[in-house]
């Protein structure tokens, strides 16, 4: 186990009066791992830098781009064409010399096409098995329920955010400490919550992800007005509704903006995201339970248990 030296010590001083010196530690030993180096988790992956995290991996398939460059902090425009995680490294190295970082491959985690199941899945959980911490920015629900299911077999937390332009929800799956996980949230039937308080934001992210569940771009999909009114009725049965929670025109909205971060949204989430990964390794109170929604037009984020 590392120990803060004394130097480290006086250049963390204000952490350690908010986390402990023993918190500070817990820090400089905990291993996070981010995939999708999205504005959002540049963000957080700053702040876990600036925070003295001993160790970070990144894994991001894709390339900078000129999109890239509106709100992820981490890359210039002599990165365009580069891998976006590889990218990141540069800036992260020089917050935080100390810092240990490492890239790794999509398909480390998962599956090819065609790939034997059982075989890769042994080793994307002896993989898994490194990270204290592991967080995913706008995945798709396969992604989510592969990444549930590896960090179930070692009691690894997961933190789940998605970003659409000014809106964005985070989830946190604490295993043994949540009671539920993203996919039975997501195909929580509407005669279990109280419609009238729970977030729109919800319904939005719900119908997102059953309408779109085994494409690899849901922000693609061709979704139809008489396709969601029918997932609408089959979570609605049993409700006598007055009103649906939700327009059709909210959930193009979302879809359309998918995967385009507005940089005051990325910075917000990813400040809340680093903050929480940071209380979950110092056990300085528990984390988010279990969803936290957050609307960047009346700058306003409510955290509920659904």
């Known amino acids: 186990m590392n120990n803060l030296s004394e130097k480290e010590a006086s250049r963390m001083d204000r952490q350690i009066r908010l986390y402990s010196f023993e918190g500070q530690k817990s820090i400089l030993n905990s291993h996070v791992l981010l995939i999708y180096v999205t504005g959002t988790n540049s963000e957080v992956a ?20 000129e999109k890239s460059l509106c ?37 480390d985690l998962f599956n090819r096409e065609n790939e034997n199941e059982n075989k890769s899945k042994n080793s994307q959980a002896d993989f898994i098995k ?6 995913i920015c706008n995945p798709t629900i396969n992604e989510v329920n592969h990444l549930t299911d590896l960090c179930h077999l070692h009691n690894k937390c997961l933190m789940v955010c998605g970003v659409s332009g000014e809106n964005s929800f985070v989830f946190i799956d604490n295993c043994n400490d949540t009671e539920k996980t993203f996919q039975k949230v997501v195909n929580t039937p509407w005669s279990n919550l109280n419609i009238r308080r729970t977030n729109r934001l919800f319904f939005i992210i719900q119908l997102f992800y059953i309408s779109c ?8 999909v061709q979704l139809e007005e008489n396709d969601i009114n029918q997932i609408i009725d089959e979570l609605s049965q049993s409700v006598q509704l007055k009103k649906v929670p939700v327009k059709f025109s909210d959930l193009l909205d979302w879809q359309q903006n998918w995967k385009n971060e507005n940089s005051s949204t990325a910075s917000i989430i ?21 969803f936290l929604f957050f609307d960047n037009f009346s700058g306003f984020a409510r955290i509920e248990k659904i």
């Open 213 to 220: 569940k085994d494409r690899k771009n849901p922000e693609s």
């Open 130 to 135: 490194q990270f204290d911490i592991v967080c």
């Open 46 to 65: 700053k702040n876990l830098a600036i925070g003295g995290l001993g160790k970070m991996t990144l894994i991001d398939p894709f390339l900078t781009s």
């Open 71 to 107: 709100c992820n902090v981490l890359v210039t425009r002599e990165h365009i064409g580069k891998n976006r995680a590889k990218a990141s490294l540069g800036f992260l190295q020089e917050m935080n010399p100390n810092l240990e970082l490492d890239t790794a491959d999509y398909y």
């Open 270 to 290: 990813g400040g809340i995201v680093s903050q929480e990964i940071l209380n979950t390794i110092c056990q300085k109170r528990k984390p988010i339970e279990n």
